[in-house]
């Protein structure tokens, strides 16, 4: 049974949003250091482990993996939103992804049939070159899209 | 993975050249798009935008052509701190930023001209996300409007709020909202506003509705079979879109015969809002705090608990008398 399925018939949390997510790791990509947290065992990334357990020493991203009991359909073709700080990848109801550079964070709901070697070797370069690239943002187009984001209000 | 053409879109004012303000539930909207079609759909919303206080959300749509999906039907939500997925279909895939305020979408350029969709779907479900970041408390209630003073229906699934509220409309009373009503605060007094969305009534309501006879029950957005219906077409009721809240009655269904009227205090209307309303995460404490604010100011109405074993019309008349004799 999933650790999650008590949460799935909560009324109040109609989105999913309070799912656990017990389990976590470490790990680098590039030169950034990176904390996964996920309520499945399967969605931990097979990449080089950060073995310096410093838990003080502040990570440059974090992803939160859920996965997504009971959305059962397969991936399809990424849609990608992008506006100011904020890129969003659909590949249907099974994989949602946001990553929110100003803030660090990859979030993100992995369905039901997405099976561990897809998520291995499909989503996970994806989530590290969104990663990269969210991190590796240049200085410049960032402020302009900001800029343009305050003019716009 | 078929069916589907990979998209890449950028929100900026080169791929977002045409621009309005909107009023959403006494909330400034601003819409960017890239589509004259959706622009005109927002139309009929600018109507009230004196109203509108100065805090404001925005909508950045975009009409794709390449937008195809063999997505299901039904809605498909998902949340993770301050962001929430929404596929809708075969119409397109939002992300609504509650952080920044803001939704972003993709439509398909059927549904970017389906004012049905806009109206009854889309607008009432990014008030229902991003309302909360605006001081609008989204309730699950229906709202009447009785001579200028707004009654609210509360009470759980299947108690029968949406019978009572056509049984309401047809004694006279003016239909602000059925399944949710949007509660805002504006300079210290409270106003409900209404979606214009369809009365949901479940096919059983035809023993009560002989109305409904011809009309065809279909799949909700929630996935139930149900009427969705105009009370103004069917049932020739009064709408409005506002009304200043006086009344709450929490609906309970019993088998004891009659209507009782039973006072209900502040506190416990409070709860009873605070445990419907979805969990908001930690990352929107401004969030938090404003809509239970609003719930406790609205707690502060006159409130019973109505305990019914009549059918909705009886009880209609019995809160009609109730009011009256007040």
Known sequence: MPLDSANYQDPLDLLRRFIPTPYRTRFRIGGALVVVETNDFALLPELPLETVLNESFPSNLSWKLVRDHDEHGLLQEPSHLICGGLTVVAMGAACLLGVDRERGELLGFIGAEIDPRTFQESLVPLLCRLSLEAMETNAEEWFDGWNEEAADA | ?326
């Open chain 2, 1 to 326: 993975m078929n069916n589907i053409v990979t998209a890449t879109l950028v929100y900026d004012r080169r791929t977002l050249p045409f621009r309005t303000e909107f009023s959403l539930a006494g909330t400034r909207c601003l819409l960017s798009t890239n589509s004259h079609h959706i622009l005109r759909l927002s139309m009929p919303w600018q109507y009230v935008l004196n109203g509108c206080g100065t805090d404001f959300l925005q909508m950045k749509i975009i009409e794709s052509a390449t937008f195809e999906s063999d997505a299901p039907a039904l809605p498909h939500f998902r949340g993770l701190g301050h962001l929430v997925f929404a596929m809708l279909g075969s119409r397109g895939f939002f992300n609504f930023d509650l952080l920044r305020r803001r939704a972003i979408g993709l439509l398909s350029p059927a549904a970017a001209r389906d004012a049905h969709f806009w109206n009854t779907q889309l607008l009432p479900i990014t008030i229902g996300l991003l309302g909360t970041t605006v001081g609008v408390a989204p309730l699950h209630c229906a709202c009447l409007d009785r001579d200028g003073s707004g009654l609210l229906v509360a009470g759980s699934s299947g108690a029968g709020k949406s019978t009572l509220t056509v049984a309401l409309a047809k004694r006279g009373f003016a239909v602000v909202s059925d399944d949710w009503t949007y509660v805002r605060c504006q300079a210290d007094k409270l106003l409900a506003h209404g979606m214009f969305a369809p009365v949901k009534l479940l096919p059983d309501s035809i023993r009560y509705f002989p109305e409904l006879r011809h009309a065809v029950p279909k799949k909700t957005m929630n996935g139930e079979i149900a009427h969705e219906v105009d009370p103004t077409k069917l049932f020739r009721s009064k709408v409005k879109a506002q009304s200043d809240p006086k009344w709450v009655f929490i609906l309970e269904r019993t088998r004891v015969a009659g209507c009782s009227f039973v006072p209900c205090r502040p506190e416990n209307l409070a709860q009873l809002f605070e445990k419907n309303a979805e969990k908001l995460p930690q990352e929107l404490p401004e969030a938090i705090h404003l809509r239970s604010g609003i719930i406790r100011q609205l707690s502060a109405c006159d409130c019973w608990v109505l305990r019914t074993g009549e059918d909705p019309m009886q009880t209609a008349a019995a809160i009609d008398t109730f009011l009256s004799e007040m």
